[in-house]
């Protein structure tokens, strides 16, 4: 088989990095980079080494690791890979570990169409399945999770990023082991950090990742590009929408604007608020019609929840309806919600390594943009 050769141009264009990173990383990683190599003057790179030049830097400008640690993680990348044979062209170097979470954030045109109660009951659905889950909720306006989830954390992600307090001391605990990280202010804080306070954040963050398999990330609404820049660093996007006009045209331009900024985002649409599935199905083919035409993209029906009263009654409590009222019709419809995300046919997105890191720093770019 002959093997690919790409020149320093386009090792630039393939990795986003500028030459004299390049340059700066083969020699700092000489032994990671050079092992390929079989050019004399080593001026052309070939996949494998253009993969490993993608984790470094992922590893750096992501992570903030240091050199060390990013050979430490090169080392056992390079292991895994040996180990599972081939040339690494099945199984992309960069390939998403399965140490990390798939990460789901929820989204909307407009507030009120049910996405914390979404969340909060995919997250217990996903619990009753034995699933490890966390929960990120970064809804600027009230941190409505952990009402709805009737626990009262008493830090955030400002405690974590201003007063150094640990990530295990700031998540609160929900039921069945559900772990709630809240935002609150501290959304706003990602702005303004200094890079040390960065890497310290992204660090624990890191941590959160990989101890849980599911993070269900709630954005809160609005069609404001921080909110929607930072869905799509997501691996999945659940947009929620009611039969409401409005509320679908919304959803139509928040799916626009997804796409938009990142065409490859996985994104599912579920209905709330429905009579019954055929209802749903209308409100879907309503959308989506326009999503085919117009956007040239098929998005995921992920199922609906009935407009049911056992949901109010179950936040008046504060306590899920998963756990209140778990035969109720609308407890049903999460359930299946759950099995269609489970099943990983239309739902699943393997682009991405790490993204609650991407997430987070492109929450940080924004915001400081949006600061100025
Ligand atoms: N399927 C439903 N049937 C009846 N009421 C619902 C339903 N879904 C949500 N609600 C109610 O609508 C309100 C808004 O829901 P919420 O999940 O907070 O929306 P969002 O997070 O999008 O602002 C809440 O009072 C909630 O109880
Ligand atoms: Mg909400």
């Not at 929900?174 to 992204?202: D, K, T, Y």
């Not at 799916?255 to 608020?273: A, F, H, Q, R």
Request: positive net charge; aromatic residues 8%; proline residues 2%.
């Amino acid at each position: 088989m002959i093997e690919r050769k790409f020149s320093i141009k386009q090792v630039v264009e393939k990795t986003g990095l500028e030459e004299s990173a390049i340059r700066f990383y083969e020699t700092a990683f000489k032994e990671y980079l050079s092992f390929t190599s079989l050019d004399i003057d080593g001026r052309y790179f070939n996949e494998d080494q253009i993969d490993i030049l993608i984790r470094i830097r992922d590893l750096v400008t992501k992570r903030g690791f240091s050199l060390d640690e990013v050979k430490k993680e090169l080392k056992k990348f390079l292991k895994k890979k040996e180990s599972s044979g081939g040339n690494g062209k099945n199984q992309p170097f960069s390939a998403r570990p399965s140490s990390y979470a798939r990460v789901i954030a929820v989204t909307s045109g407009k507030g009120g169409v049910g996405k914390t109660t979404l969340v909060v009951n995919l997250a217990i659905s996903l619990a009753l399945r034995q699933k490890k889950v966390a929960i990120f909720d970064a809804d600027l306006g009230l941190a409505n999770v952990h009402i709805l989830m009737g626990v009262k954390p008493q830090f955030n992600l400002s405690h974590l990023i201003q007063d150094g307090f640990a990530l295990e001391d700031v998540i609160a605990q929900g039921p069945l082991g559900i772990q709630i990280l809240s935002g609150g202010q501290g959304v706003r804080e990602l702005a303004n950090l200094r890079e040390e306070e960065r890497r310290l954040l992204l660090r624990q963050l890191d941590k959160l990742e990989r101890n849980v398999e599911y993070l269900i990330v709630d954005t809160g609404a609005g069609i404001s590009e921080n909110v929607l820049r930072f869905a799509t660093f997501a691996d999945e996007i659940i947009v929620v929408t009611t039969p409401n006009v409005a509320a679908s045209a919304d959803a139509y331009s928040i799916i626009k604007i997804l796409l938009s900024m990142e065409p490859n985002s996985k994104i599912g649409l579920v209905t709330n608020e429905v009579d019954n599935m055929y209802h749903s199905k209308n409100v879907f083919n309503r959308i989506n019609v326009a999503v085919e035409k117009f956007l040239n993209y098929a998005l995921g029906d992920l199922g609906y929840i009935v407009s049911d009263d056992y949901i109010k009654a179950a936040n008046q409590l504060r306590k899920p309806l998963l756990l209140s009222y778990p035969t109720s019709p609308s407890a049903q419809c999460v359930k299946a919600i759950t099995d269609m995300i489970l099943s990983e046919r239309v739902f699943v997105n393997t682009r991405k390594e790490s993204s609650f890191q991407d997430l987070m720093g492109a929450l940080r770019r924004t915001m400081a943009g949006a600061a100025v």
